[in-house]
């Protein structure tokens, strides 16, 4: 090889410096923040976690004051989390499909060949991003919300029993909820697939199993992932019949971590 040839070959490797996983993770932060829906749906994470848990909290207050209500104060500390958790789905399902609507997968995977890695920094991003912001609107949400039950005698202490693990559980259960979209992205390669799938899940077969008979029925219901995973975010149930708190959290994991799986192999193996 000529002195030319090689010179060119050495500044063409100085061009390219090797993709560690901290450059991927840059890279995948950098375009996580990039698009305005990452805004956008963290504005109305804040709005729904934490307006909607004041507004119940403020019009329920009087009425659980009056020893009429079958209800705790403490299911009503974290209500605004349960529309909340739609914000997550969102920013899971566009973290992976809207590189696939627009083509840039394509930029992605040309630049880190390495199919795994990018896969991880989304996941890293995605749910580090949710963890923080979950907790910490679910934290405001309790303070607003728990200032109208103070008022009006019933209010909720942070001590409680289930409070302050169902405020770092609704972290915890957004975060795992947002991968577990991003997994089915990675499966379905569209948007509104995704959604559709993850929050017909959610809520409409989650509410739907519990009128299967039996106790096949009642199980089938217990593990689905909205139904399982909820119950950590929660002080009290609403199902006295659900799975425990860590008990549900851990099969809300399980099941993410087989479609993640799933979802990583199809990465892998088709062509972006």
Partial sequence: MSATAIGTTERATASYPPQTFG?????????????????????????LGVGLTAMICASSADWLASGDADESPGSFVTWGMMLAQVTGVVLGAMVVTSEYGTGMIRST????????????????????????????????GYLAGNFFLDRAGVGVPLDGDGVVRA??????????????????????????????IVLGTVFVVGTMANLLPGTWGEWVSKLLPGNAGMTIATPVSFNPE???????????????????AAGWWALVRRDA
């Fill in 242 to 260: 659900a799975l425990g708190p860590w008990t549900g959290f851990g099969v809300l994991v399980l099941e993410t971590v087989v479609v993640l």
């Fill in 23 to 47: 450059r991927v993770l840059h890279g995948e932060w950098i375009k996580f923040w990039s698009v305005r829906s990452t805004r956008w749906s963290l504005v109305a994470l804040v709005v």
């Fill in 167 to 196: 405020l770092f559980g609704n972290g915890l259960y957004l975060a795992t909820l947002g991968l577990l979209t991003a997994a089915v992205g990675l499966l379905v390669r569209h948007t509104a697939a995704a959604l559709s």
């Fill in 109 to 140: 995977l040309a630049a880190v060949p390495r199919r795994g890695r990018v896969l991880a920094a989304k996941a890293v991003v995605l749910t580090g991003v949710l963890l923080v912001a979950g907790t910490v609107t679910a934290f405001a």
